[in-house]
């Protein structure tokens, strides 16, 4: 779903990096919960995706950084305990191909994938899910549809899908 860039956190030349993506893990008409409103998880990383000004294009040059959903998810599994009812315990217990790293990506993780989203195949619902946390009340809900735009929505409401991804 996405492949690191010169741009990235933690890109090498000498060696490939990205994401891989899942398929839509919630069934098409149906959504998740992010977690429990009024917790705050420390969840918060990985929604900056901008990096440095480029004077010549005369906008910010957008990096990725891998890897950030993975603690967030470790956060939120923390506080919100064990169980596949919420976004990030969904992700988690995912175990496609056989593997068993899954996690709920981070915003700038999704914003990245969803710069690729032609290449992923099915596209089920309008919003997923990211990692990241806004505060007690909200998490960040990335734009996979038409219409919308991101923004940070109620944790106990219903009103995203999950797509789990691992780093190779």
């Known amino acids: ?70 603690n967030n998810t470790n956060l939120i599994i923390a506080s919100e305990g064990s169980g596949s009812s919420y976004a990030a315990g969904l992700a988690r217990s995912y175990n496609g191909g056989g593997y068993t790293n899954w996690y709920l990506p981070s915003y700038s993780e999704l914003n990245g994938i969803r710069r690729n989203k032609s290449y992923i195949g099915t596209i089920n619902r309008t919003f997923y899910w990211s990692s990241t946390e806004s505060d007690d009340l909200a998490a960040w809900r990335v734009v996979f549809g038409n219409t919308g735009w991101d923004d940070a929505y109620d944790k106990n409401f219903p009103n995203a899908g999950v797509r789990a991804v691992r780093v190779f």
């Open 1 to 70: 779903a996405y492949i690191l860039n010169a741009n990235d956190i933690g890109y090498d030349p000498n060696q490939q990096h990205g994401l891989i993506i899942s398929g839509d893990l919630t069934a098409s008409n149906t959504d998740i919960i992010w977690g429990v409103k009024n917790v705050v998880t420390g969840a918060n990383a990985g929604l900056d995706v901008l990096g440095a000004w480029d004077p010549v294009n005369t906008s910010y040059i957008e990096y990725l950084q891998l890897g950030v959903g993975i």
